[in-house]
């Protein structure tokens, strides 16, 4: 069984996921992380980011780690993941995601994961996942998530929020809720009240 949830950015994609994957007893995948590995990888080699040819070949050795305490993302024998969510990844992992030949090679590497799983991003139930029985959608006001976010970054809460509502604009191609997903405003609700939404329409 595959569980998709996607949404925006910062509406709690990641978060929501684990929850709900740990009380099903299933791993998780976090796709964005992929995208922020090439960026970073990308930004590390000084490549053009809006330039798949120049991106294409430092990903032989990235590799997707899906665990119920958060995924992790490798290169060879490095690990990434601490690296994977700066100002500075986050500046760039919109050009990149609009490449289709990095959406190939992301969706090949989530399509090789085994069911069942749970996988969040913003496209798992439009075109990674068509046939998954079980769709989420999360949204949230822009000011909601930038507080939310406010935790992780340093910049303020304004700052955030106009990167968040730009970063949204930019991603609108692939963001579009699949018209079989449940759609949650996780604004009103806590973190386990999302999950349990979720885990109450599984069952
Ligand atoms: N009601 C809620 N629903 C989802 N996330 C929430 C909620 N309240 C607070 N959060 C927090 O919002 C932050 C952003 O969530 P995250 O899972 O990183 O989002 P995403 O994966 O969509 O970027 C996390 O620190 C998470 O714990
Ligand atoms: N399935 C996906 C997942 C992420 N992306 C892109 C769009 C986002 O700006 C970046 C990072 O996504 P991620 O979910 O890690 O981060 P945010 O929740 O947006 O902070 O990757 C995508 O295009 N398709």
């Known amino acids: 069984m595959i569980v998709t949830i996607d949404g925006v950015a910062a509406s709690g994609k990641s978060s929501v996921s684990s929850g709900v994957a740990q009380a099903l007893g299933v791993p998780y995948v976090s796709s964005g992380l992929l995208y922020r590995a090439v960026t970073l990888l990308g930004l590390t080699a000084g490549a053009d980011l809006a330039d798949a040819s120049a991106l294409l070949p430092l990903l032989p050795g990235v590799r997707l780690e899906p665990l119920a305490s958060g995924n992790r993302v490798w290169n060879a024998d490095h690990d990434l ?41 913003r496209d798992m139930g439009t075109n990674v996942f068509p046939h998954a029985p079980h769709k989420f959608y999360l949204t949230a006001s822009p000011r909601v998530r930038a507080e939310r976010r406010a935790k992780e970054r340093p910049e303020d809460i304004p700052a955030i929020e106009a990167a968040l509502t730009e970063r949204d604009r930019l991603d609108t191609t692939q963001s579009a809720p699949a018209p079989d997903a449940r759609v949650i405003d996780t604004g009103p609700l806590t973190l386990q009240g999302v999950i349990d939404t979720i885990l109450a329409d599984l069952r």
């Open 81 to 121: 993941t601490a690296d994977l969510h700066s100002t500075r990844v986050d500046g760039g992992v919109s050009t990149v995601a609009a490449l289709p030949e990095i959406r190939e090679w992301v969706d090949a590497q989530l399509r090789a994961l085994p069911d069942p799983l749970v996988a969040e991003g």
